[in-house]
C-alpha cells in the first residue's frame, strides 16, 4: 500500500488528462470516426479472408493469370480448351478484334478464374473436413506413427495451406480461419453408448441393480430410443454442433443454483514468483496484457491452435471472452456479448466503490502498462479516502451471489431505471472487471477460496471475467463458467504471464517501466460510479452476504503442491501422466471410504466446430482390479505393474475416443433433452443422467502457445502457475484439478463440503499423496528387480 501511495505522489510520467465535454470535440469525433473505420477494416478483411479459407486471393489471381495466358498464346496442346474459352467469349458483346481483343480476354478469364476459384474452394474445404474427420492419429505416438498416418498429415497441410503459409506469412491463418473446415460433432449409435454406459456403470452396482439396469436399457432401444435418435441425426445436419446449444442451455443457464461455488471456477496466478511487489504495477501489467489480447482476438491476430503442428481445433470460445455478462432471468440466464465499439473500458472495485476505467488514449492507443499503474493508483487514493469518510452504503455485487430467480427479482426491482440502471449498464459492458483488493494471503489454499467466492461483495460474478490483485502484487482470476471452458483462459494466462516475463515490464523499484518510443495521448480520468441505495436494498445486500457467507463456509477446499516427483517420472514408466493421475485419484478414494465412486474427468471435443467437452470416466473394470491388488497383499510387483499399464491404456483409449466423439455422456444428455422436448418419459435416461459425480476431476492443461519457453528449464520452473479449481460437484463427494506444470511436480486442487461427514480435503489430499508414493515405490521396485536379474 505504501509503494501503491508513493508512486502517485511521486509521478513518474506527464499524463495530460481530459474532462468529458472540455477537448476539441472535432479532435475526438475525428478520432473515434478513425477507430471505427479500423474496426470495419479488420472486420471486413477477417470475413472475407475466412470465407475464402483455405483457398486466398492469390488463388484467384493465378487463375485468371492462367486463363489469360492460355488465351493470349493459343497453345496446341490445349486448342480445344482454348475454343471452349473462346465460344463462352461469344456471350460476351465484345469485339475480339483490335482494340476490344484484350479486354475481352480480361472478361473471358474473370469468368473462367472465379468460377474455378469458387469450385476450388469448395472442393478444398470439404476435402480438408473429410481428412479433418479421421482420428486414427490420436492412437499413435508422434514418434511411432504410421505410414497412412504421416500420409494423411502431408496432405491435410497440403490442402490446408499450412505449407504454403510457412514460406508466406501473408497466407497464414487467422484465429477462426480454420471454423468452417472443421468437421461436425457425429452423433455415436445408440448401441455403442448404451453398451459403454452400462460398462461404466458395471463396478458401482450390485447384480440385483445392473440386471434392472440392463432391463431398462433394453426397453428403451426397443421403444423411444431410436426415435430420439433419428432426431439427433437431423438436427447434426442442421446445427453447427446437435450438443453445445442444449449443453450451454440447460446445464447452464437453466440452472437456478447460484453461480458462485457452484458454477464459476478460479485460476490463480504464479504459485511462488512474483516480478513486483507493488499491486497497482502488477494489475496494470496483467491489465494491458489482456487488453492486447482482447484487441488480437477482435483482429484475429491469435494464431489458431493446432495439435502436431498440423491438426486445428475450434476457436469459436475466444469470441465471448472480453465483454461479455451472464444476465439473469426469472426461469433462465441470457449470455450477452457487447461489441469492441462499446466495450472500451473496464471497471475497478476498491472495498465496494465501483470505477470506470477507459483503457484508450484519445488517439485510439491502449492505455501503457505505468498510465495503467497511475490510474490505478489514483483510484486505491480516492476509495480509500471515501471509506475513512464513510461515503459507502453498500454494494449490489452480492446479489450476484444468490440463486438466480431471486437475482433476477433484484436487479428488476433497484437496478433497472434511474442511476442505478446507468451504472449497471457500465458494468455489464465492461471488457472486464479489475479487483483491488486490500489483503494478502499467504498459502495457495487462502487465496484460492477468496478468488472462488470472495466475501460476498467483492465479486461481481455474472462477467466473463475478474482478476483479482492483492496488496503483495500476486494475482488470480474468477470466471464465469457458461460462455467457454477452462483451456480457452488457461491460453490467455499464459499469453499474460509470458509477455510480462518477456517483456520485462518492471523496473529495479517494482514500477512498470515507460514504452520505449511510445506517447500517450491524451487520457480520461478515472470515473467513479454511483449506487443509489435505499435501506430496503441494503437489507437485501446485507441478507445475501449473509447467505454467500455461509455457502462459502462450507466450502473445504486444499491447493497443494507435489513436489516429490512429476510427470518426468511418470514418462519413464511408460505411463501416460493423465491416466497415472486418474488411477492414484481412484486408489486414494478406495483408501479413503473403501469403495469405488463414479468419476468425471473433463476431455475437449474442440477437434469439431463448437466442441466444448466430453466426460470420461475413469472408474472401469481395469481400474478396480489394479486398485484391489494395490491394497491387497497377495499380488507381486510385477502383477501390480501389469494391472496399472493395462488400466491406464484403458484409460487413455477412453480419453481418446472421447475427443473423437465417440465418448456417451453427452449423447445420453441430449437424448434426454430431446426426450423431454417430444414428452416423452424414459426411466432409463433419467437413470443416466441422475446418478451423482463423486469424484469430479479436470487437468488444467499448460504451454498452448507455440515457441513459450519451456518450464522445465530451471530458470522458469519457480514461475509455474498452480492452475485452477473449482467446487465439488456432489454435496457428498470431491472435486479434484490438477495441474502438471513442469517434470518436477503435481499441483493438487481439492474441494469438498465441511457440511458433509465423510469428506474432508486434508485428509483426502493425504490419502492422494499416499497413493502417488506407494505407485512410486511400485515402480522403483520393478526397475530394482529388472537391475538384478540383469545382474
Not at 439396469?213 to 435418435?229: D, E, M, S
Amino acid at each position: 500500500m505504501a509503494e501503491a501511495r508513493s508512486a502517485v505522489r511521486e509521478p513518474r510520467v506527464d499524463v495530460l488528462y481530459f474532462e468529458e465535454g472540455k477537448e476539441d470535440e472535432w479532435k475526438v469525433g475525428l478520432e473515434s470516426l478513425r477507430r471505427s473505420c479500423v474496426r470495419r477494416f479488420y472486420r471486413t478483411r477477417n470475413l472475407i479472408w475466412n470465407g475464402l479459407w483455405p483457398t486466398s486471393s492469390w488463388n484467384l489471381l493465378v487463375s485468371v493469370a492462367f486463363v489469360s495466358f492460355l488465351m493470349v498464346l493459343d497453345f496446341d496442346f490445349c486448342s480445344s480448351l482454348n475454343n471452349k474459352f473462346w465460344t463462352l467469349g461469344e456471350y460476351v458483346y465484345i469485339s475480339r478484334g483490335p482494340p476490344y481483343y484484350y479486354l475481352k480476354v480480361l472478361v473471358v478469364s474473370l469468368l473462367v478464374g472465379v468460377c474455378f476459384f469458387i469450385s476450388l474452394l469448395h472442393v478444398r474445404r470439404y476435402l480438408l473436413r473429410i481428412l479433418l474427420a479421421y482420428k486414427g492419429w490420436l492412437h499413435e505416438t508422434p514418434k511411432n506413427q504410421s505410414w497412412s498416418t504421416l500420409g494423411w498429415a502431408v496432405l491435410v497441410r497440403i490442402i490446408s495451406g499450412q505449407s504454403f503459409s510457412a514460406l508466406i506469412p501473408a497466407l497464414c491463418p487467422s484465429t477462426y480461419s480454420y471454423q468452417l473446415s472443421l468437421p461436425r460433432m457425429p452423433v455415436p449409435s445408440l448401441d455403442d453408448t448404451i453398451s459403454q454406459f452400462l460398462a461404466s456403470m458395471e463396478p458401482l452396482l450390485d447384480t440385483e441393480e445392473y440386471n434392472q439396469l440392463q432391463k431398462q436399457a433394453k426397453n428403451f432401444k426397443r421403444t423411444v430410443g431410436p426415435k430420439l435418435q433419428r432426431l439427433l441425426h437431423l438436427k447434426a445436419w442442421w446445427a453447427s454442433n446437435y450438443i453445445t446449444d442444449w449443453w450451454e442451455k440447460y446445464i447452464y443457464l437453466m440452472n437456478r443454483a447460484p453461480i458462485a461455488v457452484n458454477c464459476n471456477y478460479y485460476c490463480l496466478g504464479n504459485a511462488f514468483w512474483k516480478p513486483t511487489h507493488i499491486q497497482t504495477a502488477r494489475a496494470a501489467s496483467q491489465s494491458y496484457a489482456f487488453m492486447c489480447f482482447k484487441r488480437m482476438i477482435e483482429r484475429e491476430q491469435v494464431p489458431p491452435l493446432v495439435i502436431r503442428n498440423t491438426i486445428p481445433i475450434c476457436m469459436h470460445q475466444y469470441e465471448r471472452m472480453f465483454s461479455t455478462v451472464r444476465v439473469p432471468g426469472a426461469d433462465f440466464d441470457e449470455l450477452v456479448h457487447y461489441d469492441s465499439s462499446v466495450s472500451k473500458h473496464t471497471v475497478v472495485l476498491r472495498q465496494g466503490l465501483y470505477y470506470k476505467l477507459d483503457m484508450y488514449d484519445t488517439m485510439g492507443q491502449p492505455l501503457s502498462p505505468l498510465t495503467l499503474e497511475q490510474q490505478y493508483s489514483w483510484i486505491i487514493e480516492d476509495a480509500d479516502k471515501k471509506i475513512a469518510e464513510g461515503k459507502i452504503s453498500g454494494s449490489p455485487s452480492a446479489f450476484t451471489t444468490l440463486e438466480r430467480t431471486d437475482w433476477a427479482e433484484k436487479r428488476s426491482r433497484y437496478l433497472s431505471s434511474g442511476v442505478n440502471q446507468e451504472t449497471l449498464e457500465v458494468v455489464d459492458k465492461a471488457a472486464f472487471l479489475v479487483n483491488l483488493e486490500t489483503c494478502e494471503f499467504d498459502n495457495l489454499s487462502d487465496r484460492a477460496k477468496f478468488l472462488l467466492h470472495g466475501n460476498g461483495s467483492s465479486h461481481w460474478f455474472d462477467k466473463s471475467l475478474s482478476m483479482f490483485v492483492f496488496t503483495d502484487g500476486k494475482f488470480g482470476y474468477n470466471i464465469e463458467h457458461s460462455w467457454g471452458d477452462a483451456p480457452v483462459v488457461a491460453h490467455l494466462q499464459e499469453y499474460a504471464c509470458t509477455d510480462e516475463v518477456m517483456d520485462n515490464r518492471y523496473g529495479p523499484d517494482g514500477h512498470c517501466k515507460p514504452m520505449e518510443g511510445f506517447v500517450q495521448a491524451a487520457i480520461k480520468a478515472p470515473t467513479p460510479l454511483e449506487w443509489e441505495v435505499s435501506e430496503e436494498m441494503t437489507e437485501d445486500i446485507q441478507d445475501a452476504i449473509e447467505f454467500n457467507r455461509k455457502n462459502s463456509e462450507d466450502l473445504d477446499l486444499v491447493v497443494i503442491n507435489h513436489d516429490d516427483y512429476g510427470k518426468g517420472f511418470v514418462k519413464k514408466c511408460k505411463v501416460s501422466p493423465d491416466a497415472y493421475i486418474q488411477l492414484a485419484l481412484q486408489l486414494a478414494y478406495f483408501m479413503d471410504e473403501g469403495k469405488f465412486a463414479l468419476t468425471y474427468e473433463a476431455s475437449m471435443t474442440r477437434l469439431y466446430l463448437n466442441g466444448r467437452t466430453e466426460t470420461v470416466r475413469p472408474l472401469t473394470q481395469d481400474s478396480c482390479e489394479f486398485v484391489r491388488a494395490m491394497v491387497e497383499d497377495h499380488h507381486s510387483t510385477e502383477e501390480k505393474i501389469r494391472l496399472l499399464r493395462k488400466a491406464s491404456e484403458t484409460h487413455t483409449k477412453l480419453y481418446k475416443g472421447c475427443m473423437s466423439g465417440k465418448g456417451w455422456d453427452r449423447h445420453l444428455f441430449a437424448l434426454y433433452v430431446a426426450c423431454k422436448g417430444l414428452k416423452y418419459d424414459s426411466e432409463f435416461l433419467h437413470h443416466a443422467l441422475t446418478h451423482p459425480w463423486t469424484l469430479s476431476t479436470s487437468q488444467t492443461p499448460q504451454q498452448q502457445i507455440a515457441g513459450n519457453p519451456t518450464l522445465n528449464h530451471p530458470d522458469h520452473r519457480d514461475k509455474a502457475s498452480p492452475g485452477g479449481g473449482f467446487a465439488p460437484v456432489s454435496d457428498e463427494g470431491y472435486g479434484v484439478c490438477y495441474m502438471l506444470p513442469e517434470d518436477s511436480r503435481f499441483f493438487f486442487h481439492v474441494s469438498s463440503k465441511h457440511s458433509c461427514p465423510m469428506t474432508d480435503s486434508k485428509r483426502f489430499v493425504s490419502n492422494i499423496f499416499k497413493a502417488l508414493a506407494d505407485m512410486k515405490k511400485l515402480f522403483v521396485e520393478g526397475w530394482e528387480a529388472e537391475d538384478a536379474k540383469k545382474k
